[in-house]
């Protein structure tokens, strides 16, 4: 098929590629966002590094959100995750972005609420609408980000609308759980069913401080405490305030932790 040339043509113009439409109504708007696509002055590793705690991963998303850089977001998506998928290349995300930027993750009015980390992955919660008197509900949106050797990339979003008297102290302050989405749960579950390495103890010995049963010198850990251990990390349920002392707080935090942002 002999390709066609669309170059000088004006937005007014007939069409090149002969349907009778003018330019504008017919090519424009695919070439624009192909221009948009393919046109990239910054990298990714600008704004988002590897080792980033989550907070400092967040920062670095907003300031490609404020740039509208529709096509450096894309490339923040896990390769081959569902999100990526859904859209299935960067041109229909970049088309669905300029038509609606709310719908990008952590688009629009979206108020960071807090974090939770769980091994490898981390999960972002914002809300949208909460002090908008006009509405009656609020939408919550939570990101998945997988930990890469490229840094935190998103996996998928999930949004949940709830009515203003839903959100009552029983749900963390003004914020719903976390095991509301599914995204969660599902990493929960996942996480639970992995194999738990328990170290073998041939031989013990009583420790003469405290009476107890202990591995002899030479031996590996405690089965009782590897148990409690990995049941706990996957259960910690602990709050850590944000503000100032959130990056020193997300460098620290163990697997399950939770960190709200204010």
């Not at 590996?220 to 049941?231: F, L, P, Q, Y």
Request: hydrophobic share 35%; with cysteine.
């Amino acid at each position: 098929m002999e390709e066609i040339d669309f170059s000088g043509v004006g937005r007014n113009d007939p069409c090149p590629c002969g349907s009778g439409k003018k330019y504008k109504k017919c090519h424009y708007r695919k070439h624009q966002i192909q221009m948009e696509t393919d046109r990239q002055t910054v990298k990714l590793s600008d704004f988002l590094k590897p080792g980033q705690i989550p907070y400092m991963w967040f920062k670095g998303l907003k300031l490609i959100l404020n740039r509208r850089n529709w096509a450096l977001l894309y490339e923040a998506f896990l390769e081959g995750g569902p999100l990526q998928t859904r859209y299935g290349s960067a041109e229909a995300f970049v088309e669905e972005a300029r038509t609606r930027p709310t719908s990008v993750p952590a688009g629009g009015e979206f108020e960071l609420k807090r974090f939770r980390l769980l091994g490898e992955f981390a999960f972002i919660m914002g809300a949208r609408g909460e002090d908008d008197r006009r509405t009656s509900t609020v939408e919550y949106e939570v990101l998945q980000l997988k930990n890469t050797a490229e840094g935190y990339r998103i996996v998928d979003l999930e949004h949940r609308t709830y009515e203003q008297s839903e959100l009552t102290e029983s749900k963390i302050g003004s914020d719903p759980v976390f095991e509301d989405f599914k995204l969660v749960q599902d990493a929960y579950a996942e996480a639970r069913q992995a194999p738990i390495e328990r170290p073998v103890v041939k031989r013990w010995v009583k420790d003469p401080e405290t009476g107890r049963a202990v591995p002899a010198d030479g031996e590996e850990g405690d089965v009782s405490r590897a148990d409690d251990g990995a049941i706990m990390a996957l259960s910690v349920e602990g709050d850590v305030e944000a503000g100032g002392d959130v990056a020193a707080a997300g460098s620290d935090a163990k697997v399950g932790d939770e960190v709200a942002a204010d």
